[in-house]
């Protein structure tokens, strides 16, 4: 049982470069969100999407962009990486409906740096 | 808007004491959700507990145990006998309703240390 399976789990890019991180569930989960980690700033929501074909924005949105493929994959987007959005990304997933009380469940997360 | 404060940002013991990682929240939801996770070295977030807000009682599982007051909009968190495994870091997250919906608000962590 994968659950929620992030790649890549680390990498470089210089400033200016674009990348896509993806994200996959299999657990049929509706919801799915992307979060990053700052030291001493917890978890921000970047974007978070309630069901397939829905996306919407979160605490920290600018410089990023998400595709919900399908109801396995959600998929951030980084168009022009600045050094700014150096950070640890989480992707995570729920059961339920949107307003459900259910836990996330997170991937184990992508180290990315850029210099 | 929501809110989460863990007044600790990092926490020593020494294995075998007691420990409680405070939690406090604002939200002006009276429906609202609380957890606890718990991100140990290897990086991954583990979820520990779900408390509503209907739900007042405290709960014991284990050396884990949880302290829930709405007078004082708090969500304490100890470990009895801490253990070298309970070094990670802890948040306390809230879902709130309204625009805050299905959204979780994270405290900024406490990085728990128990030594040997």
């Known amino acids: 049982n994968a659950g929620v399976t992030q790649t890549p789990k680390f990498q470089v890019l210089k400033t200016g470069q674009s990348m896509t991180l993806q994200c996959a569930q299999d657990m049929n989960h509706n919801s799915m969100y992307w979060y990053r980690q700052d030291p001493g700033m917890g978890l921000r929501l970047i974007y978070y999407s309630a069901s397939e074909g829905t996306t919407d924005k979160g605490e920290v949105p600018n410089g990023y962009n998400v595709s919900r493929l399908n109801k396995r994959e959600f998929s951030l987007r980084l168009e022009s990486a600045a050094p700014s959005q150096t950070s640890v990304y989480f992707c995570?997933?729920?059961?339920?409906?949107?307003?459900?009380?259910?836990?996330?469940?997170f991937g184990d997360g992508t180290r990315l740096s850029i210099l | 808007a929501q809110k989460v404060t863990q007044a600790q940002t990092e926490i020593s013991v020494v294995e075998k004491e007691d420990v409680t990682l405070d939690c406090v929240y604002e939200?002006?939801?009276?429906?609202?959700?609380l957890f606890w996770y718990k991100q140990p070295p290897s990086g991954e977030l583990v979820f520990l507990i779900r408390r509503n807000s209907f739900d007042e009682q405290n709960e014991i599982s284990g050396r884990y145990s949880w302290n829930f007051q709405k007078s004082t909009s708090s969500f304490n968190f100890t470990i009895t006998a801490s253990q070298v495994v309970d070094s990670a870091v802890y948040f306390c997250?809230?879902?709130?309703?309204?625009?805050?919906?299905?959204?979780?608000?994270f405290g900024q962590g406490t990085i728990l240390t128990v030594h040997p």
């Open positions: 997250a809230l879902i709130g309703g309204g625009t805050s919906y299905g959204k979780l608000t």
């Open positions: 995570a997933s729920r059961p339920g409906h949107f307003y459900s009380n259910q836990p996330q469940h």
């Open positions: 939200t002006r939801d009276t429906t609202y959700y």
